[in-house]
């Protein structure tokens, strides 16, 4: 039970996660104002610490050598740093939105890999 309540808090992270992430990727290309707004400077990081707990915890569950849950960990770190270039660190709205688009792609494969159990992700 403990395992399938985790599961799917795991999952709403996720897609809470991506959602606002693509939000503010788009605020960040068009230099909105809306990025300092207390609210969007505090819940990403509320979101991504509820996802990374319970992805830990599952990890933890069904096994953290696995090379499945290893992909997904090198993944997330993947999508983490060129989130960063999405939202603040890109010089140019160009480049933040490069970096958006990439860290999308990276994330599609994230999920891949929690899908199929496989580093191939979707390839598998």
């Keep these: 039970m403990t395992y399938i309540i985790l599961k799917h808090l ?26 300092q707004k207390k609210f969007v400077r505090i ?7 509820v996802l990374l707990v319970c992805g830990l915890a599952l990890g933890f569950m069904l096994g953290i050598g696995q090379s499945w849950i290893l992909a ?15 939202i603040k660190r890109g010089r140019t709205p160009a480049s933040r939105g490069t970096a958006a688009v ?3 792609l990276i994330f599609a494969y994230i999920v891949g890999v929690a899908v199929q159990h496989n580093p191939w992700s979707w390839l598998a």
Excluded: C, E, Q
């Design 102 to 104: 990439l860290a999308i």
């Design 43 to 49: 819940a990403p990081h509320v979101i991504d610490t």
């Design 10 to 35: 795991h999952m709403t992270a996720a897609a809470l996660s991506l959602i606002f992430f693509i939000v503010r990727s788009v605020w960040s290309v068009n230099g909105s104002a809306m990025l």
């Design 72 to 86: 997904k960990i090198v993944g997330v770190i993947a999508y983490i740093v060129v989130g960063t270039f999405a």
